[in-house]
């Protein structure tokens, strides 16, 4: 499966952006679809993920409350709105999916090639 991540940008400070990640087949029920993120000179992190065939979603503390993560079935594509942006959320972004959740890379089988957000104070 190919992922698509698309959405990034440049913001201010406190704005939002909605990323998406499209995939090129059908989801399994089973599988997880997750967003992490990399600053330079950082490793990768957690930042949300999503149960394909549930309402389950899972959130990293610092976004939790201003990013929302949601998915749309009909169109195998997972989103990322992101409100109330800090200068620490500038990162590239990336979805990932598997088949079973994690908070680790590792957890994850598939990858999108990533979306920059900037965010400026």
């Known amino acids: 499966v190919q992922l698509q991540a698309s959405g990034g940008g440049l913001v201010q400070a406190g704005g939002s952006l909605r990323l998406s990640c499209a995939a090129s087949?059908?989801?399994?029920?089973?599988?997880?679809v997750g967003w992490f993120r990399q600053a330079p000179g950082k490793e990768r992190e957690f930042v949300s993920a999503?149960?394909?065939?549930?309402?389950?979603?899972y959130y990293e503390d610092s976004v939790r409350g201003r990013f929302t993560i949601s998915k749309d079935s009909a169109k195998n594509t997972v989103y990322l709105q992101m409100n109330s942006l800090k200068p620490d959320d500038a990162a590239v972004y990336y979805c990932?999916?598997?088949?079973?959740?994690?908070?680790?890379?590792?957890?994850?089988?598939?990858w999108g090639q990533g979306t920059l957000v900037t965010v400026s104070s």
């Open positions: 087949r059908r989801i399994y029920s089973s599988g997880v």
């Open positions: 990932a999916m598997g088949s079973h959740y994690g908070t680790t890379p590792s957890a994850y089988d598939y």
């Open positions: 999503i149960r394909w065939g549930s309402t389950i979603k």
